[in-house]
């Protein structure tokens, strides 16, 4: 593993951890050369999961991209970080039992605001006005309300 600080390759592994529920190992590491610790995590390669976007196009599934809209999202919100790596990690193993090898975005995004609507009424307003694309006012009151009448 070569060092983020200094590039060197040789490394000692000082812990090892099982992580996100014992799907991955994480390891504590600390750079032979300069000192330097930091922290790696191990996971089973698995077939390429791909997404079918709106426009057709496929791409590789990342689990950075789901993180990173349900971060903005939830940003400035009270819900907290192992809140929302849980909510990930829920998705992507719903995602990765199901026997497909690709699955739309679209579906991607109803896993998403089904759980971001539990978790919190704001961060789901605004997950929802960037994936059903939201034109006008209007749209933004209907969610509103619709989150409104379910409580």
């Known amino acids: 593993m070569r060092c983020p600080k200094c590039g060197h390759q040789d490394d000692k592994v000082l812990d090892s951890r099982a992580a996100r529920e014992?799907?991955?190992?994480?390891?504590?590491?600390?750079?032979?050369?300069?000192?330097?610790?930091?922290?790696?995590?191990?996971?089973?390669?698995?077939?390429?999961?791909?997404?079918?976007?709106?426009?057709?196009?496929?791409?590789?599934?990342?689990r950075l991209k789901l993180m990173s809209g349900i971060l903005r999202a939830c940003e400035k919100r009270p819900v907290s970080p192992v809140a929302i790596e849980a909510l990930v990690d829920e998705i992507v193993e719903e995602i990765e039992q199901a026997e497909e090898s690709e699955i739309s975005s679209q579906a991607i995004g109803e896993k998403v605001m089904q759980r971001l609507e539990k978790l919190d009424d704001v961060a789901y307003v605004r997950f929802a006005s960037v994936y059903r694309r939201f034109a006008d006012v209007n749209q933004f009151i209907n969610a509103i309300s619709e989150v409104v009448r379910k409580q």
């Open 22 to 62: 014992g799907v991955a190992i994480r390891r504590r590491r600390a750079c032979l050369a300069c000192g330097n610790r930091f922290t790696t995590f191990e996971e089973i390669v698995k077939d390429a999961l791909r997404v079918i976007k709106r426009d057709g196009r496929h791409e590789e599934f990342s």
